[in-house]
């Protein structure tokens, strides 16, 4: 996952795209030190990756991740 870059996940199939969206969001929770799933909390974060993906395509999703989380 951490050589996973965002045009890879942009290229996924819906269903594998939610599969890394749930990793992303326990990857987060679980650094956060938070075992709680907030599902609202997981779509917004989710949106904001996203974005963040279409506007640096060559990023990694661990890149992505880490300038959210910076926001």
């Known amino acids: 996952m951490s050589k996973l870059t965002c045009k890879e996940v942009g290229d996924m199939p819906a269903a594998k795209t939610i599969g890394v969206a749930m990793w992303v969001n326990g990857y987060v929770q679980?650094?956060?030190?938070?075992?709680?799933?907030?599902?609202?909390?997981?779509?917004?974060?989710?949106?904001?990756i996203t974005a963040y993906c279409k506007s640096n395509?060559?990023?990694t999703l661990a890149d992505a991740i880490e300038a959210v989380a910076k926001s």
């Not at 709680?36 to 917004?44: E, K, N, S």
């Open 57 to 59: 395509a060559n990023s």
């Open 30 to 48: 679980g650094k956060a030190g938070n075992p709680m799933v907030d599902g609202d909390m997981a779509h917004a974060n989710a949106e904001k």
